[in-house]
């Protein structure tokens, strides 16, 4: 009961603030800032051509179930880790350097349960900004080119495929289930630097440094055989949905490597919480 | 009620507190005192969990606050020199935050609260419209509830104007007087801590270098204070009597010495003696003696 009470005032905390939504409204404009170009028409002639070479009917799949992936596919990542890792990373620095963290440990309560409070509101944050970005994604897709078949097309996961709307909307919707667990490791990575002696935006920049260096290596040829040691490689195996037979142990792997990734930044972050003196 | 034993805490290998100890009763209103980076914020950190020491120990109510932090804090209530609030939250909200860390408390209590602090008119506006002053006021009500039996005030009246000092240390004595709470509070206005205190703790260089009733301390030899139209005669006069007389015209007699000697001889030096009184000792002065 108390934690609940608890979690709603961290919630409170969380949503009051203006910066919280800036990620809500800026997907709002890139879906459709992203709808409008495909409107264009050598835009569209182009994704057309890919789909009737494939020996398809350009307008049966030129869906708004398609355009919703490629919004997701194009935008989350990079837009998303940027307004994941802002709110992850400010979550405990930022209430430390305010000197409201010393007021809250006024209280009897401890440092783990203030952490594991504030853990839960950025996964929060988290699932609601991913979803918000599928579910506006889907809807202004759909007002945009109505209801058809799903065209996957991920070059840098190698995945072509073409799903009639029942069965590609039951992906999508796991797609986005599955990429929400995959971006929880930006949050991860945002808070644990945010744990440390930091400042809020060099823990905000630490982590896009740290996302953006892992994805540059991984996308070096030369490096493609030390490609399960990228965090974003494993990161990026939501896409596999998709594909026509599903490959569940790949994908079973990679969320266990992500899952002790994420497990490890997290007990690393309360622990060197827990030992760290909180002065003015 | 609360108990520093031998609390030692180093900064980068430095000494912020050195074998700190002290013992704060039920009911008092105590002062800690010392310059800046005497080591007074590291002792209330300490105290309230924030930071680790050393070595030592820190009990309240019996309960060690390194390992029996939540129950050591339960019936304690803190504020800083900036007290720290979330700006685009209203005053109830912060409030209600805050609380929601120690356990449920009636909306009653937090109405009588407010009220005891008079802020019932400004709770519900954000914080970042509020005086220094007014946070100060919030801060004093997040401390006040649920219901503390010891309030740690870290330069309570810190930017406050002298209605708000006034007003802050009417707050305190009756925290006191009327609720029965114990108060540990640091302050550089002396002044102050010399109209509340019961007892002071003058913190030099991160070690203890008085504590207790300041009054009752000191060499026992009166302070004087004389005041002559002859600056240049009188401290040669005095000098024969073996009396140092300073810039600001005190003076401190020997041990068992005749006050009314002294101004028998500047007459008969000739000396125009305008005025000869006994000095009461103000903390200030105690404060600097002690401190060096």
Known sequence: ?280 | MIRFDSICKKFRGRPAVDGVSFEVGRGEIFGLLGHNGAGKSTTFGIALGHVHADSGQVHINGHDVASARASALARVGAIFETPAFYDYLSGWKNLRFFVSLSGPVPQIRMEEVIRLVGLEDRIHDPVRTYSHGMRQRLALAQALLPDPELIILDEPTEGLDPAGIHEMRSLIRDLRTRHGLTVILSSHLLHEVEQLCDRVAILHRGSIAFCGRWQDAGSGRARWILETQDSEKCPVVLAGLGIVIHGDGTLILPENFDPAEVVRTLVMAGVRVREFRKSSRTLEDFYLETTG
């Open chain 1, 1 to 280: 009961m108390m934690f609940l009470q608890q979690f709603s005032g961290e919630l409170l905390k969380l949503f009051a603030r203006k910066r919280t939504y800036i990620g809500f409204a800026a997907f709002l404009g890139v879906e459709i800032l992203i709808l409008l170009l495909l409107n264009l028409d050598h835009v569209r002639r182009s994704i057309s051509r890919v789909i009737e070479d494939a020996g398809y009917p350009a307008e049966d799949y030129l869906s708004g179930l398609t355009l919703a992936f490629l919004v997701l596919l194009w935008s989350v990542f990079l837009l998303g880790s940027l307004y994941l890792a802002l709110v992850a990373g400010d979550v405990v620095s930022k209430e430390v350097e305010d000197g409201t963290m010393r007021m809250m440990l006024c209280r009897p309560v401890s440092r783990r349960r203030i952490l594991t409070l504030k853990l839960a509101a950025v996964l929060i944050y988290s699932f609601l900004l991913i979803w918000f970005v599928a579910i506006t994604a889907l809807i202004v897709g759909f007002i945009h080119s109505g209801a058809g078949g799903l065209f996957v097309f991920a070059p840098m996961e190698r995945i072509f495929a073409l799903h009639e709307f029942g069965p590609g909307f039951v992906r999508y919707f796991a797609g986005v289930f599955l990429m929400s667990l995959s971006l929880l490791t930006i949050p991860s990575i945002g808070f644990f630097l945010s744990c440390l002696d930091m400042k809020p935006a060099a823990a905000t920049i630490g982590t896009l440094s740290f996302l953006f260096m892992d994805m540059i290596l991984r996308n070096v040829p030369f490096f493609e055989s030390l490609k399960p040691l990228f965090l974003t490689a494993h990161m990026s195996t939501w896409v596999h949905v998709f594909e026509y037979q599903i490959p569940w142990e790949k994908m079973a792997g990679d969320y266990a490597w992500l899952f002790a990734i994420n497990a490890t930044l997290v007990v690393l972050a309360l622990a060197v919480f827990e030992q760290r003196d909180l002065k003015s």
